[in-house]
């Protein structure tokens, strides 16, 4: 089984900004992508951003210009930068990872935007 590790998260102001990281065992082959999605209260998950190996960087309308994610190919970590907190933007937010093989998810991470 795959773990991956996140970190990140908590609450923040209207306005404000938090930084979010998943890294991927340095071992593992076939990395395809990573990204974030958001997990909502039906328990759907609506991809908020993510970034090909091969490739650049994808967004959901609603974080585009305020989201930013980035990677360190060595160290197969994704961070994305988000900017501009809505209370919107509330809620798990799940890593995600897909290889040539499989597709893998991280435990998530609280992300509370509130006054």
């Known amino acids: 089984q795959v773990q991956l590790l996140e970190s990140g998260g908590g609450l923040v102001q209207p306005g404000g900004s938090l930084r979010l990281s998943c890294a991927a065992p340095?071992?593992?082959?076939?990395?395809?992508?990573m990204g974030w999605y958001r997990q909502g209260p039906g328990n759907q998950r609506d991809l908020v951003a993510s970034i090909a190996w091969g490739g650049g960087p994808h967004y959901a309308d609603s974080v585009k210009g305020r989201f930013t994610i980035s990677r360190d190919n060595a160290e197969n970590t994704v961070y994305p930068q988000m900017n501009s907190l809505k209370v919107e933007d509330t809620g798990v937010y799940l890593c995600s990872l897909g290889t040539v093989r499989d597709h893998y998810w991280g435990q998530g991470a609280q992300v509370t935007v509130s006054a």
């Open positions: 340095g071992s593992l082959p076939g990395i395809n992508n």
